[in-house]
C-alpha cells in the first residue's frame, strides 16, 4: 500500500511569488491535514478535510493560504503572494480511524 | 488548551545504551492519544509508537517504549540499545478523536559512537 506523498519535495521561490503544494493521501483515507513546521518551532497544525470538506481550518495563517480538496482524493494548498515568514515544511497527513495519522515526506518550502 | 512540551533541545547517547526523551502534555480531554513520531535527516515523519489514553499497559514497540504516568502528565520515550540509525529529531504529539495533532518543539538525538 503506498503511503502519503507529497509534490514537490523542495521549492524555492521569490517573495511575492506563487507556489502550489500538492497532497496525496493513502487510497481510501477520508481524512486529510496540513501542518506547517517553521524553522526550530513546533509543527503546527494548518488544516484538516474530511473528504471534500474542511473541517478544521483554524490553523490557517491569512487569506493567502488557500488549500483545495476536489472530489475528496489530493489536496492542493497555495500561498499566494508568498512572504518570507512561509518558509518551512509543509506536512501532509491522512487516516482513516480517528486516533492515528500517516505522514507525508513533507515539502520544504523556502521564500527568497 | 492542548498543549506538548519537549523540554530537551538535543540529547546525546552512547551506541548500544539506553536513553529517555522527555514529554510532557496538557489537555482537557478525557479520550486522547500520544504519539511519537521519527524524522531522520531525510525529512519524512516515520510513526514511532502510540499509546492511549486509557491504555493501562504502557506501549511498546521493539526498541521502543513509551513510559506512560497518566497523572503527571508525561509520554516518555525510551530507545534501548541505541544505534546510529537512531540519530535523529523525535517529535511527541498529542491527537483526540479525530482532531488535529498537537506537536512539541522536537527533541534532536546524536547516536555517539
New interface residues.
Given amino acids: 500500500e503506498a503511503g502519503v506523498t507529497q509534490f514537490p519535495s523542495h521549492s524555492v521561490i521569490e517573495k511575492g511569488q506563487t507556489v502550489t503544494l500538492r497532497c496525496d493521501p493513502i487510497s481510501g483515507h477520508d481524512n486529510l491535514y496540513w501542518y506547517r513546521r517553521v524553522m526550530g518551532k513546533e509543527i503546527k497544525f494548518l488544516l484538516h478535510f474530511v473528504k471534500e470538506s474542511k473541517q478544521d481550518e483554524s490553523g490557517m495563517p491569512n487569506n493567502r493560504f488557500l488549500a483545495e480538496r476536489t472530489g475528496g482524493t489530493y489536496s492542493t494548498l497555495k500561498v499566494q503572494p508568498a512572504e518570507l515568514e512561509d518558509s518551512g515544511v509543509y506536512f501532509c497527513a491522512s487516516s482513516d480511524r480517528l486516533d492515528e495519522q500517516f505522514f507525508g515526506p513533507g515539502t520544504r518550502l523556502t521564500v527568497l | 488548551a492542548q498543549k506538548?512540551t519537549q523540554t530537551q533541545p538535543g540529547m546525546f547517547v552512547q551506541e548500544k545504551e539506553a536513553v529517555t526523551l522527555d514529554c510532557t502534555y496538557d489537555t482537557s480531554d478525557q479520550s486522547y492519544?500520544l504519539?511519537w513520531?521519527k524524522q531522520p535527516s531525510?525529512?519524512?515523519?516515520i510513526?514511532l509508537i502510540?499509546q492511549?489514553s486509557y491504555d493501562e499497559q504502557n506501549a511498546t514497540e521493539g526498541r521502543y517504549s513509551l513510559n506512560f504516568q497518566k497523572a503527571r502528565k508525561s509520554a516518555n520515550l525510551v530507545i534501548s540499545a541505541s544505534q546510529l540509525g537512531d540519530s535523529a529529531m523525535y517529535?511527541c504529539?498529542m491527537?483526540?478523536?479525530?482532531?488535529?495533532?498537537?506537536?512539541?518543539?522536537?527533541t534532536s538525538l546524536t547516536v555517539i559512537p
Fill in positions: 506538548i492519544g504519539f513520531y531525510s525529512g519524512e515523519m510513526f502510540y492511549g517529535f504529539a491527537g483526540s478523536l479525530g482532531n488535529q495533532f498537537y506537536f512539541g518543539t522536537g
